[in-house]
């Protein structure tokens, strides 16, 4: 099986304007996760879709967004950026089932946003 | 507050020393506790889980409800075992899709 794919994996935006980062989920798997990651604040989680819907969100402005796809594909969109924003983003897909070793946790390699 | 803390930003041991890497939490619910690790170069992956009470690569943690600490051992540490370790938590029986992450502890060893 293909694992997570992340487009782009690398970003370079100037403050003010927006950007949409695209998640590949592994084939089968219905929940995709994504997470900020900073070297000050570390793994952060961003939000949790599961069957096109938000199913959980952490504590992050409405600045960021998401969807998913029916074919569980999933964007997260971050707009009028902030130079705070700059970090990798990790997104991560699994069955999305409730409980049980069926939802462990794939990663993708990550987007590293650099905001100028 | 829901949280995970990791004391330790590194830790650097020699080849075949034992390790510990703690981990302490705060969580109002029930939790499921996770170990990640990422080695240089690679994606984050699960290392253990609480409830599987298994050991992968020589690694164990016991989770202890009563210190709210799931602290991960290897009795003797390889040089491949280098990497940034992840402790993890979310709610028990859930989807595990929001996982509350430590901010990780880098070991390091050296032969």
């Known amino acids: 099986k293909a694992g997570v794919t992340q487009t782009p994996r690398y970003l370079i935006k100037t403050r003010g304007q927006q950007v949409t980062l695209s998640c590949s989920p592994i084939?089968?798997?219905?929940?995709v996760s994504w997470y900020q990651q900073t070297p000050g604040q570390g793994l952060q989680f961003l939000f949790e879709?599961?069957?096109?819907?938000?199913?959980n969100k952490g504590n992050f402005p409405g600045r960021f967004s998401g969807r998913q796809f029916s074919n569980s594909r999933s964007e997260m969109n971050v707009s009028t950026l902030e130079l705070g924003d700059s970090a990798l983003y990790l997104c991560a897909s699994s069955a999305g089932l409730a409980g049980g070793r069926a939802n462990e946790q794939f990663f993708g390699p990550g987007t590293r946003l650099t905001v100028l | 507050a829901q949280r995970v803390t990791q004391p330790e930003k590194l830790l650097s041991v020699f080849k075949g020393a034992p390790v510990e890497l703690k981990c302490n939490y705060s969580?109002?619910?029930?939790?499921?506790l996770f170990w990640y690790v990422q080695y240089s170069r690679q994606r984050l992956q699960l290392l253990l889980r609480?409830?599987s009470r298994e050991s992968i690569k020589g690694f164990t943690a016991d989770l202890n409800k009563g210190e709210t600490s799931f602290h991960l051992k290897k009795p003797f540490a390889q040089e491949e075992d280098s990497a940034m370790y992840y402790c993890a938590l979310t709610n028990y029986g859930g989807s595990q899709g929001n996982l509350i992450f430590g901010k990780g502890t880098k070991l390091s060893v050296k032969p």
């Open positions: 969580y109002s619910g029930s939790p499921e």
């Open positions: 609480h409830i």
């Open positions: 879709y599961f069957s096109e819907t938000q199913r």
């Open positions: 084939s089968g798997h219905r929940s």
